[in-house]
């Protein structure tokens, strides 16, 4: 029921940027794409959302295509701490926020 | 740092008994959330409540399970004739506005045996 696909798990050394794709081929004009991950069994903590323009942080940057079917999660110095499921979500305006399976990030010594 | 505070952290109960998990959003917050994580899986949307009222709800969000914004603060899910399939991680959250972060709590552990 998830409007978005993502690598079920991705690899990256300790201190590279780690980039984490999503597709979302079915997106619609007033929809966001958010990006949140889970550490462990802790509650998802939020990372960035877009529209369409590329948005950055304190903890990562969002690269959305121009034609918002597609995006990118960038952790640009990623940490042992930053293993964790990266979670792709579209959301338009409506209050039904639904997770995917995620991508198992596991960043590496 | 607001947070958005769930009680207890641990719950083991009787199949067949009633639960509630208890939630305290963040206090300006508008929309609130219920999701329920079962051990190795994704975590699923069961409901979302806006104005003293759901406003949507998944497939599983049966008549097993209700939502109630008792006092204005309090945000409380609760689960009748609880069944062993009801073990899970349950979380809460809550956001101020559209289009704006969700903010989850810590979860609740469920355990029915």
């Known amino acids: 029921d998830a409007k978005t696909t993502q690598p079920t798990s991705m690899d990256c050394a300790e201190g590279r940027a780690a980039n984490l794709p999503c597709n979302h081929s079915t997106i619609s004009g007033n929809e966001y794409v958010y990006w949140y991950r889970q550490i462990h069994s802790q509650g998802p903590q939020y990372i960035i959302h877009?529209?369409?323009n590329n948005e950055t942080n304190e903890m990562a940057s969002l690269i959305i295509t121009e034609d918002r079917k597609s995006s990118t999660l960038i952790l640009p110095h990623a940490t042992l701490r930053d293993t964790a499921v990266y979670y792709c979500?579209?959301?338009?305006?409506?209050?039904?926020?639904?997770f995917g399976a995620g991508t198992r990030l596991t960043v590496k010594p | 740092e607001p947070e958005v505070t769930q009680t207890p952290s641990h719950q083991v109960t009787q199949m067949g008994q009633e639960v509630i998990l208890r939630c305290v959003p963040i206090?300006?917050?508008?929309?609130f959330y219920w999701y329920r994580q079962i051990l190795g899986q994704k975590v699923e949307f069961l409901v979302s409540?806006?104005?003293?009222?759901?406003?949507?709800k998944s497939e599983i969000f049966d008549d097993q399970f209700s939502v109630e914004r008792p006092d204005g603060s309090n945000f409380t899910l609760k689960i009748r004739s609880t069944k062993l399939e009801d073990s899970a991680m349950y979380f809460c959250a809550s956001i101020v506005g559209e289009n704006t972060e969700a903010f989850f709590g810590q979860g609740t552990r469920l355990t029915v045996v």
């Open positions: 979500i579209v959301k338009g305006n409506n209050n039904d926020m639904r």
């Open positions: 409540f806006y104005n003293n009222e759901i406003s949507e």
């Open positions: 877009g529209l369409k």
């Open positions: 206090s300006n917050h508008l929309y």
